[in-house]
């Protein structure tokens, strides 16, 4: 079945710095990616959708500016956290959507932990 | 908006046991609803999409049906195995650009 990863898996970064996060197909096309967010023992939140070769759309609420996300290829998507503070720790996972049969592929997590 | 929501937040059976997990949502103009597994500190398992037209999808022991008009939806385990411990979370697409909308979840325990 369709794979997607994500890199790095885990990551622990100080207050102020960015984190970039790699969400990557690697065996199909996507020209669509999701980024979504999740807390402890809560539910999966949809940050924004990126689209290949375009800007991002971002969900209320969601600071454009803090989450830089960038659709570069088909294959991959990046999500830079920018000027981290604690409060941003959480498990970033990915989806990105076959852009021939339109199925949805979850990534495995990024686990941020900003001290 | 729409909003989904899971019934009951957590759950422990015996193994063996037949269960039903809930989910409701307020908007019932869906384009496809999806049943996913989530293990501890892990990404999703698609188990079942059901799309809009459909009213159950089944893949071994597991049975989703989907009644659009209540905004409903249930994911049934037959003999359930401690290998089905996770959260199952159920999600909601209301177009075809694959934005989901998640519910909370259902923490389920399947005790040997």
């Known amino acids: 079945g369709a794979v997607v990863s994500q890199h790095p898996s885990w990551v622990i970064c100080k207050s102020g710095t960015s984190v970039k996060i790699e969400c990557r197909s690697l065996d199909f096309q996507a020209t669509t990616m999701f980024w979504y967010r999740q807390f402890p023992k809560q539910s999966l939140m949809l940050m924004a959708t990126s689209n290949e070769g375009s800007k991002a759309t971002y969900e209320q609420g969601v600071e454009k500016d803090k989450f830089l996300i960038n659709h570069a290829s088909l294959t991959l998507s990046t999500l830079t956290v920018t000027s981290a503070h604690p409060e941003d720790s959480s498990f970033y996972i990915c989806s990105a959507k076959d852009r021939v049969f339109s199925e949805q592929y979850f990534g495995p997590g990024t686990r941020l932990t900003v001290t | 908006k729409q909003e989904v929501t899971q019934i009951p937040a957590a759950l422990s059976v015996p193994e063996g046991e037949n269960l039903v997990l809930n989910c409701s949502f307020t908007d019932s103009a869906i384009y496809n609803l999806q049943w996913f597994r989530q293990d501890p500190g892990k990404g999703l398992t698609s188990l079942l999409l059901?799309?809009?037209?459909?009213r159950e999808q089944t893949s071994g022991r597991l049975n989703a049906s989907l009644d659009k008009s209540s905004g409903r939806s249930t994911l049934y385990i037959a003999a359930s195995q401690p290998g089905d411990s996770a959260t199952y979370l159920c999600a909601v697409s209301s177009s075809n650009t694959g934005k989901l909308i998640f519910g909370q979840g259902t923490t389920l325990q399947v005790k040997p």
């Open positions: 059901i799309q809009s037209s459909q």
